[in-house]
């Protein structure tokens, strides 16, 4: 499979509807969500997928309620801690993308510490975006440019890619976003100008190893054009 797909990025979205449906509060389901997240890089494993990219906080998502926040990032400062064990024996290195200096640093301490334990895990990356917007990212890689006064001539799309904290890893093959919305909602704005779309009524709490493996199995089917006409067509 992995000759197909090499990057899939997923929009965890549905938490709070899926606690609120249980008349649970919405971090019951920001709970269970970071549980899916195991199991899924379990699998993809398994399927011999390069890298994941997990939405597990967007830069939009400062503006919710302050305990909210608290909670999520408490949540992910824990799973961190609990998991980095399991990631260095699964061979997974753990990175994150994102604006850092937005986060407190209690937290941006636990998610650096992770970073240089799994520095050299090959078997996956699981990319965390976290605290992230697409156009965040684009705004921080041309001010780089800028800074490093660089002449127009050596900006083109590959020099570009290599300023955004996706640096090096290749663009999303296939996106899927749980819970029934169909947006992108500031997600990997630059790197997903030609992904394939996968959108599932799941919410994410919800979603399971069999939903993934078929997202994958629909990616196959597809035919990726890349704005040209496919080799069989007739002119
Ligand atoms: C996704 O679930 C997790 C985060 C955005 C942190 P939501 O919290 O957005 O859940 P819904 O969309 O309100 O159900
Ligand atoms: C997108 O979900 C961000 C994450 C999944 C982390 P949101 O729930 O924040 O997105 P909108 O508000 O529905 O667009
Ligand atoms: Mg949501």
């Not at 799994?118 to 992230?132: D, G, M, P, R, V």
């Not at 640096?167 to 947006?183: H, K, V």
């Amino acid at each position: 499979m992995s000759r197909f797909i090499k990057h899939v990025g997923i929009i965890m979205d549905g938490n709070g509807r899926w606690a609120q449906l249980r008349g649970l509060p919405r971090y019951e389901g920001h709970k269970r969500g970071v549980e899916k997240v195991k199991e899924i890089i379990r699998s993809a494993i398994r399927l011999n997928i390069d890298v994941l990219t997990f939405y597990a906080f967007s830069i939009e998502n400062w503006q919710r309620p302050k305990k909210e926040v608290e909670i999520i990032m408490d949540l992910l400062q824990n799973h961190l801690r609990k998991e980095t064990q399991t990631f260095i024996s699964q061979g997974v290195r753990f990175k994150m993308i994102g604006n850092r200096d937005m986060i407190p640093k209690n937290i941006l301490n636990v998610i650096e510490e992770t970073e240089s334990a799994t520095s050299e895990c090959k078997e996956l990356i699981a990319q965390f975006a976290i605290s992230y917007g697409g156009r965040d990212e684009i705004i921080r890689a041309v001010k780089k440019i800028i800074i490093n006064n660089t002449v127009p001539e050596k900006v083109d799309e590959d020099f570009f890619s290599s300023m955004l904290d996706t640096a090096g890893i290749p663009e999303p093959d296939l996106i899927i976003r749980t819970s029934g919305e169909q947006r992108i909602s500031n997600f990997l704005v630059w790197q997903s100008a030609y992904s394939e779309f996968y959108f599932s009524q799941t919410l994410w709490p919800d979603f399971t190893e069999e939903e993934f493996t078929e997202a994958i199995l629909d990616f196959q089917k597809r035919q990726r054009r890349f704005g040209k006409v496919s080799e069989f067509t007739r002119p």
